[in-house]
């Protein structure tokens, strides 16, 4: 009979999340992921197989939990420019915290494991893929209320945004000064007026 968890596996997960999230994949140690989560090294890995493992797990939690969190407006169905510059507007005030420093997870990931690893790439992708999709939505709404020119390509448009959101975040990380973050911001909502 196989040995019952002594801990709630989603709470370490969102305690593993945060610890990948400041420090990245090479920067956090097993030892790292104990102190974080509370669980040890031997639990951790009955229930995770490896930090690997632990790490695609994390990514799957970020993708849900992040991307229903900033994406989910811009995929409903009255989504519109407003929502955009909701999102984008809202990730220009975030500079400067704590949350803004540690980047995206998304972005760090694809930036220190996609070139090699192929699972972690896989999960940027579904990101992007995902914020593509939204980004369409949003701006398909826009079309259909006359807040965009006729005939913008959304496609391009999307693909375009997912793109300023990833620069957006690593100037967040990288302390650039907020006056030139809302620049890029607002230049970008003006672009697709």
């Known amino acids: 009979m196989a040995r019952q968890l002594e801990f709630e596996p989603d709470e370490a997960l969102e305690q593993a999340m945060l610890t990948f999230w400041r420090h990245g994949y090479a920067g956090t140690s097993v030892g790292d992921l104990e102190a974080s989560t509370g669980v040890g090294r031997k639990s951790l890995y009955r229930a995770f197989r490896d930090k690997h493992d632990l790490f695609l797990q994390v990514l799957t939690l970020y993708r849900r939990v992040v991307g229903d969190r900033n994406l989910g407006p811009l995929e409903q169905a009255d989504a519109d420019l407003s929502d955009i510059a909701d999102l984008l507007r809202g990730f220009a005030g975030n500079c400067g915290t704590e949350e803004a420093r540690m980047g995206c997870l ?73 006056p030139m973050v809302n620049d890029f911001v607002e230049t970008t909502l003006t672009s697709l007026e």
């Open 106 to 178: 998304i972005a760090n990931t694809a930036l220190e494991r996609a070139a090699y690893d192929r699972p972690a790439a896989e999960q940027v992708q579904l990101y992007f893929d995902r914020m593509r999709r939204a980004f369409r939505n949003a701006l398909a709404g826009a079309g259909r209320k006359g807040q965009v020119p006729p005939g913008s390509d959304p496609e391009a448009r999307a693909n375009y945004l997912v793109g300023v959101v990833q620069g957006v975040c690593v100037m967040a990380r990288s302390d650039t000064p907020v």
